[in-house]
């Protein structure tokens, strides 16, 4: 069972989010990076771009295969993981940590209220996938 | 590869339980149910480079011919000129269609006088053996053994000592593309000197219910070697790092073995074969297009089907590419016109609407550790 930190609010694309006032953290789950696999590029927005809520904004590759990444909120890219473009395999090892990848400054901080809880999450993933 | 065969159920290994009960992440190929990782695709890539790794690839097809005119068949079947095989030895050949497309890449084995073995790739068992047989003329009788026999390989720098310790016969004298017989756990096999990833190891040929014995045995002496299973996954970047050819991939009834890389293999001398004059009419024209390894400019992985650019337009497409391990960059094959094949030559990868730059580089990407003949 991949672990599913309770703090965080989710999408149902497997991606994370750790809300901060009006600032939400973004990166992409534990059981996403299982699924992947070996993580070797992630291409991310600048600082700066605009990324809205459920629409894509980027794309993580592992050795095996390409992946959408999806915004869980609206908003501006204030911060990027500057790490993640020598160490991609951050997104593996630590996928709620040092393998976060986008500070966004929300739009709308009711984006949050429309995504998933920990044990919301949690069930959608207890298939376990493959 | 994608999967075609979707509506009918997948096919299993005799190992396929054993893959499941050591958490093998499975995947459908080429109407296989099979492992394409244990541990992790990178992980698993260094243990082969680094010490010893094996492979389940008993999906791969075994056809069996005998009776005096086997060679001939062979002949008319076969690219490459069989005449000149030992009885032990093994030879790289292509089977083609008259216009010179690919029908299969695939190695062959003297087994005795007149007795060979073919050995394809398991998407196309089908389709090769009812071209094989219907190719076949006089008194050679063809056998599909492919079900009754499984191919375990055992591939790493330790992987001849491991094997040593395991047979009942030397197999350090074993000469690359050659093969003995023997008992490797007490499981009888065609020990062959060949493989898929660059390094040195064997390929075990066994009787299908010997499978599980001897994967249980190798697994538990090359414990203290850090043996490891090694997944689908990582066996296609080992044989990227090589620019091994992957049918389906790089080759196809589309491709000539020309432009291919596979003109070495290709023997008009030795008389009629099927695809020769088709063959031999591009030789003398020359290829319009080769197929080249390039790595990446930067890590963005290309894949196969994305398109190739050249001065800004499209000169051709990725057959094979991803991150390669061991070299640690993201390499890629594919075609592009002969003007634009030399190591050095500027290309782009089309990825995701953007061109990447990309550069022509010489092949294998990661040298090769194969024992030399």
Redesign the interface.
Known sequence: MANVPAELKYTREHEWAKVEGDRARIGITAFAQEQL??V??V?LPKVGAKVTALKTFG?V?S??A?SDLFAPVSGEVVEVNAEL?KK?ELVNTDPYGQGWMLVIKMTSPKDVDGLMSAADYEKLTAGGG? | MTDTTASTPLKRTPLRDVHVKAGA??VPFGGWDMP??YT????EHRAVRRAVGLFDISHMGEFEVRGPDALAAIQRLCTNDARTLEIGQVQYAALCYPEGGIVDDLTVYRLADDHYMLVVNASNIDKDWGWVTSHSTGRAEWKNVSDETALLAVQGPKAEALVARLADREVTGIAYYHFGRGAVAGVPAIISRTGYTGEDGFELYVAAGGAERLWAALIEAGRADGIQPIGL?ARD?LRLEMKYALYGNDIDQTTNPLEAGLGWVVKPAKGEFIGREAIEALRARGTARKLVGFEMVE???P?HGYRLMGGGAPVGVVTSG??G?SVER?IGIGYVPSALAAAGSELAVEI?GAAHAARVVKTPFYPSHTKKA
Do not use: Y
Request: a positive charge.
């Open positions: 696999g070996d070797v590029f291409e794309v590759e050795v095996k390409v473009p991609p493959h | 992440k499975m394409v990782q992790g695709i990178i992980e996954g970047t890590r963005a992985v894949r991803s991150f391990p993201s995701r």
